[in-house]
């Protein structure tokens, strides 16, 4: 059965309060587990549909689950919703609109399958921008018992299969000796000297990382006069790979650059490894087939980029790893306007962005529709997981 018809006219019907839910986020930005106003409105708006809401504790107290059970128990299926903004640039990565297709999708969806669903979820996920918000719920249990996660994110195109990176973040703190820059400077170890040489240390290894992999970094303290030998300074960097063993291979030649750094200047060194680690994210294929099917029928057409190609990192990839997850883009606004610009801030709330919104939440609402009532689909997104996620192993290259 088709239920690209019927999500269309739900949608429809929902357009206006799925549009003053994005306005009303978009206008109060909160920043990573601040959530308080957007996760409230959310709730009460899925709790008005009939929706059971479990709300969270402690940091993740903007964290929540909306839940419907239809004829069945099972499947479960999770429909995310992020809600947090950037610091100084508000949604600029559009997540209001993020919570209004989560929102918008449930409901056509409870709506056209009646009885025929089984348990359909929204689950409210909080700091997505550096926050991790994801990782405390995966270790705090939310995701157990799900079959299958599925969002859409406003992008600059429309794709609905995309890879993302692992990343770490790491500060690397040299410790020098400070001494008169004229005057005796052969008593000085001089520490940002260390810092410039990781950097360039970095930039000669570039060269030889797999492909898709990405350093980058900035110098967080550099000395505090030119006359003074800096005794102490800091960079911090990210290191990205495609697969957790690139990314292992790449921090362990970025580590040792900095290490070589010190010996040539003398300086002991210190590295600092932000736990917050996140995984690769492996789209689930067969999902993403489907979502692909909708959303050109509704006039999305998937432009063909590359899943490797232009890709960040997010904390949906941890989540990846433990239950089916897709995370299919929609595009809001021309391709040279990306996220995190104030270009892209315009176009979250512009009406070309909200006419993709609205179309990307039928594909969601369809797709939701067929995962619980094909059971042979989602015996297919099943088995694609079991041979596709990591196991949380982590598969090293070779140096
Ligand atoms: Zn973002
Ligand atoms: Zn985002």
Avoid at 105 to 132: D, N, Q, Y
Avoid at 158 to 164: D, E, G, I, L, S
Avoid at 260 to 276: D, H, I, M, Q, R
Avoid at 300 to 322: A, F, H, K, M, Y
Wanted: proline share 4%; hydrophobic share 45%.
């Amino acid at each position: 059965m088709n239920f690209l018809a019927a999500a269309k006219r739900e949608i429809g019907a929902l357009a206006h309060a799925m549009s003053a839910l994005n306005s009303r986020i978009f206008e109060k930005p909160e920043l990573n587990f601040k959530e308080h106003f957007a996760a409230g409105r959310i709730t009460d708006a899925l709790a008005k549909e009939g929706f059971k809401i479990r709300l969270g504790r402690k940091k993740l107290g903007t964290a929540f689950e909306a839940s419907w059970r239809g004829g069945r128990q099972r499947p479960v299926v999770a429909i995310l919703a992020e809600y947090d903004a950037l610091p100084n640039l508000g949604h600029a990565c559009g997540h209001s609109m993020i919570a209004a297709a989560a929102y918008g999708s449930a409901v056509a969806a409870k709506r056209i399958l009646g009885k025929r669903c089984g348990t359909l979820k929204v689950v409210g996920t909080p700091g997505e921008e550096g926050g991790g918000g994801k990782l405390l719920m995966i270790r705090e249990g939310w995701f157990k018992g799900i079959d299958a996660v599925i969002m859409a994110h406003p992008s600059n195109r429309n794709r609905a299969v995309a890879r993302m990176l692992a990343v770490m973040e790491l500060e690397f703190k040299f410790f020098g000796k400070s001494s008169h820059a004229a005057a005796h400077p052969e008593h000085g170890i001089n520490a940002l000297d260390a810092v410039i040489m990781l950097f360039n240390g970095v930039n000669a290894m570039r060269q030889q990382t797999p492909n898709f992999s990405r350093v980058h970094g900035i110098i967080t303290r550099g000395g505090d006069a030119p006359n003074i030998i800096p005794e102490f300074a800091s960079a911090k960097f990210f290191v990205r790979g495609l697969t957790v063993g690139d990314f292992e291979f790449v921090l362990e030649k970025v580590v040792k650059c900095a290490r070589a750094a010190a010996t040539a200047t003398g300086c002991k060194l210190k590295v600092v490894k932000n736990p917050v680690f996140y995984l690769p994210f492996e789209p689930n294929r067969t999902m993403g087939k489907v979502f692909r099917k909708h959303m050109d029928a509704v006039g999305l057409r998937d432009g063909g980029t590359p899943e490797n190609e232009e890709i960040g990192s997010s904390d949906i990839g941890n989540l990846s790893q433990v239950v089916p997850a897709l995370h299919p883009e929609f595009a809001v606004s021309g391709p040279d306007v990306v996220n995190h610009s104030r270009d892209f801030l315009k176009a979250v709330t512009s009406k070309k962005g909200m006419d993709a919104m609205l179309k990307a939440s039928a594909a969601l609402t369809a797709t939701v529709c067929d995962l619980f009532t094909n059971p042979s689909l989602m015996e297919a997104v099943r088995r694609e997981f079991a041979s596709s996620h990591l196991g949380l192993k982590s598969t090293k290259r070779k140096s």
